[in-house]
């Protein structure tokens, strides 16, 4: 089981937990596609063994980091001791006489999801777009502004009078 956190400047550093090797490669591969930068097929067997690598790095040193374009990758392996909670266990815990919640004792195991990889891709992509005149929040480019004000969607625009035919 290893704690996995991405680090990059431009976010708050991420935790997720990985139990086997197939989840860490998946936080692996959706930095690189967060970043608008998929993993090739005929990469794909260089970046399972660089994972791997990093692996091994954690599981003898204590820790391992890898950088992916421009995101690093930690991994250390996790102290299992630190998620054992019966309420994290599902139904089967409840219908065995255990919490149906947890108690709080333990830490959260969070996953990279689907819903992370959204999340992840969203937060690298707004700096990107503040710097050349955009807006983050709202994912405009610079010009998509509005046409009247040149403001973005986190502004009302009930006074502006836009344009009506398109040049």
Known sequence: ?????????????????CTTPGELRDVVWG????????????????MIHEVGALRSRADLDGG?????????????PADESAYACEGHEGEDAVLLGGPDRCDGSCRPRRKFNREALVDLSLALDDPDLDKTGGC?????????????????NCSRHDSCRRPTTLN
């Open 1 to 17: 089981m290893y704690e996995v956190t991405i680090e990059h400047p431009a976010i708050e550093e991420q935790s997720y937990l």
């Open 31 to 46: 930095v690189a596609r967060a970043q608008g930068e998929p993993i090739a097929v005929k990469d794909c067997g260089e």
């Open 64 to 76: 391992g980091t890898l950088t992916v374009i421009e995101v690093t990758v930690r991994v250390e």
């Open 136 to 152: 983050g929040p709202c994912g405009l480019e610079a010009g998509q502004m509005c046409a009247d004000c040149g403001r973005c």
